[in-house]
């Protein structure tokens, strides 16, 4: 099979996240922030960002309070889709809402 940049670049990764645990685990919990839009649907997420995953909580910028109360309302339900089918240990606990 020849060798392409991403299967090079997908080496790499695997040899770092073998390397650096810490690394791992940060790569792992990313997948949050990218996952934000389809999780919340695209009226919460016209009204919301997901910016960083830190100690398992995603912060959440949110642009009104009664935006900011919904998705509080729905945060069970809003962690249940972005931890589906994932590892537990990479499970997203809480949200930061700011």
């Known amino acids: 099979m020849k060798k392409t940049f991403f299967s090079d670049f997908n080496d ?8 650096y645990p810490s690394l791992d685990i940060k790569l792992d919990q990313a997948w949050a922030v990218e996952a934000w839009s389809d999780s919340v649907g695209p009226q919460i997420a ?3 960002k997901a910016l960083k995953v830190s100690q398992k909580i995603l912060t ?7 935006w900011r109360n919904e998705i509080h309302l729905r945060k069970r339900q809003i962690l249940e889709k972005l931890n589906r089918d994932k590892d537990p240990e990479m499970h ?6 700011i």
């Open 46 to 48: 016209k009204h919301s």
């Open 92 to 97: 997203i606990v809480d949200l930061y809402l």
């Open 12 to 19: 790499i990764l695997k040899r770092l996240r073998k390397q």
């Open 60 to 66: 959440v910028q949110v642009d009104h309070a009664a």
